[in-house]
């Protein structure tokens, strides 16, 4: 079914921090220089911070007396306890959380501070705010009720988990149970091998599930910072599943996780083995080239390559490329990125090759202080103040399952968003190659996410303009995540699609139709029109010269 959006509205960026922010980092002295620098501003303007002291004052004798000056934004999950409303002691309390939120805001914008200081203040106030809600304390209504109808446990679990987090989870409120999940039993279990190994990659070949397949086989190549497995989650929500089921013959790479000794692996590193693994591939299949999809990081390792290959006039080995939520174009709009300057983006580098890797907890929690209040505070609540275990969710056990990146690799990674090399022919050089992706004329299926906080969608756009060749942009009504598993039935999902893709992505999404449903069938009528004949399914996985070796998911996905 075919309608035009629901609203001419662009949407609005779905968050303040970005892959660019985990990238480079965030200290805390940078955060707490802010608050010093805003403290220091209160003394240099004391008529303007008197006058806001002042209706402060107003506003908080308004609420004493009964007023509700301000609304609560529906969207917002924090205050949904009707106690919060009913309460005269909570409707008080939270109007007065809100005032003070609202006229520091005000305070900020009508400064004489440089519009630079005013975002990066608006950041780190924003993140003070949303610590210092009343939700987050034992008079949470939440944690009252849990606190009489348990007779007092829920203190103790909570103090338990807390202790539990302190020791084992650098401090950060747990945000699944990882004991119910086991991968290669509950995760990562569909049948097949692993064929190819090298110091980078384990390449697995998945058993087929059709009674005929197509000739050309698809390699998944997932982030570095992540396991592959999140293409292979539980069987409903299994893309390799899918596209199994459907005739496709599938390989995904699985990276190691690389520690210290590893420092010197870069992003032609990474491509070089890819490379490796398109031969093995095609060697195994008896196909002259593949269909490459890459995810995130994932998409710029497999342009990169694509760019090396065309320079060396190779292009033949790829027939098609898909990009989930991927950025080629790195120019992206974050208040987090005012804190990083260069000299702050090569201590960053130098930082993480004395260390030899970049660990991915600590980009975890930069990912995390994007949503505190969604990835921290909800889990702080839950966690602490309920007692209760964290939830059992695959998606976030994978998330929580995360990999180092070598320190060269961060490297470059931190210069890609520095310079933006993608944007011009030769700007980024690959294994001595320059790359210029308007001369690689591959076929391309791009989806990005309206809600995606990693790679804002406006970013994956312009990205998928860089490309040569004929391509197609989806825009997935979901975020970084939930816009690859995607999978048919869910009630929720739609997508916007415009024959169209014009320079601007701004008309792209005004001109854009609304479909309901998942992309999922989209993307495999598309590929399965780049995948060739179909023939009599091959059923022994691997061949002479690239036997089978362990059973999927392999080793390197279970290296910690």
């Not at 075919?2 to 965030?26: H, Y």
């Not at 006058?51 to 609560?72: C, N």
């Not at 312009?462 to 009630?491: A, C, T, V, W």
Request: proline share 6%; charged share 20%.
């Amino acid at each position: 079914m075919r309608k035009q959006p629901s609203t001419r509205n662009l949407p609005a960026s779905a968050g303040s921090m970005n892959a660019q922010s985990a990238v480079a980092g965030l200290r805390a002295r940078d955060m707490l220089s802010t608050l010093r620098s805003l403290a220091l501003q209160g003394l240099r303007q004391p008529v303007h911070s008197a006058r806001h002291a002042l209706a402060l004052g107003g506003q908080l004798g308004r609420v004493l007396l009964g007023d509700t000056p301000h609304k609560v934004n529906p969207r917002d999950s924090r205050f949904a306890d009707p106690t919060w409303q009913l309460n005269p002691f909570y409707r008080r309390g939270l109007q007065a959380y809100l005032a003070w939120q609202h006229q520091l805001d005000n305070w900020i914008e009508e400064s004489d501070m440089s519009a630079d200081d005013r975002t990066r203040a608006r950041f780190v106030v924003s993140i003070l705010g949303d610590a210092l809600s009343p939700t987050n304390t034992l008079l949470n209504p939440l944690a009252l009720k849990e606190l009489f109808n348990s007779g007092g446990s829920s203190v103790l679990k909570g103090l338990g988990h807390l202790f539990d987090d302190l020791l084992h989870n650098d401090g950060l409120p747990s945000q699944v149970n990882k004991q119910a999940f086991e991968v290669g039993r509950s995760l990562a279990a569909t049948p097949g091998a692993v064929v190819f190994r090298n110091e980078l990659l384990e390449l697995i070949q998945y058993k087929p599930m059709s009674e005929k397949q197509f000739a050309r086989p698809l390699l998944i190549v997932p982030p570095q910072i992540n396991k592959y497995y999140i293409f292979d989650l539980s069987p409903d929500k299994s893309f390799v599943q899918y596209a199994l089921k459907n005739g496709l013959q599938v390989f995904v790479v699985s990276w190691r996780n690389p520690d210290a000794r590893h420092r010197e692996w870069g992003l032609s590193s990474y491509v070089q083995a890819v490379e490796e693994a398109i031969d093995v591939c095609r060697a195994i299949t008896a196909s002259k080239d593949v269909n490459l999809l890459g995810a995130c990081a994932g998409g710029l390792t497999i342009a990169a390559l694509q760019g090396h290959l065309q320079a060396k006039r190779q292009l033949r080995k790829v027939a098609s490329a898909t990009y989930l939520v991927s950025l080629l174009d790195s120019q992206l709009d974050s208040p987090a990125m005012l804190f990083a300057d260069e000299k702050t983006l090569e201590a960053a580098k130098r930082r993480s090759y004395q260390q030899g890797v970049l660990d991915g907890r600590d980009m975890a929690r930069v990912f995390a202080w994007m949503r505190p209040n969604d990835l921290i505070w909800n889990y702080w609540i839950n966690n602490y103040l309920l007692g209760k275990q964290p939830p059992a969710f695959d998606i976030l056990y994978w998330n929580n399952d995360s990999t180092r990146l070598p320190a060269a690799l961060h490297g470059d990674l931190i210069d890609f968003f520095q310079h933006n090399p993608l944007i011009r022919a030769g700007g980024l050089e690959i294994c001595g190659t320059p790359v210029d992706l308007r001369k690689v004329t591959v076929d391309s299926f791009n989806v990005a996410g309206i809600n995606d906080h990693i790679t804002p969608w406006d970013a994956v756009y312009r990205s998928s303009l860089l490309i040569g060749g004929d391509k197609r942009f989806i825009l997935s009504n979901s975020g970084h995540i939930q816009s690859i598993l995607n999978p048919p039935g869910n009630p929720k999902a739609n997508y916007l699609e415009s024959g169209k893709l014009s320079g601007d992505p701004r008309a792209w999404y005004h001109d854009a139709q609304k479909h309901d449903g998942s992309w999922w069938p989209q993307w495999l009528n598309w590929i399965q029109e780049h995948a060739g004949e179909q023939r009599d399914t091959r059923v022994a996985l691997g061949n002479p010269h690239y036997p089978a070796m362990e059973a999927a998911p392999g080793t390197y996905v279970h290296v910690r």
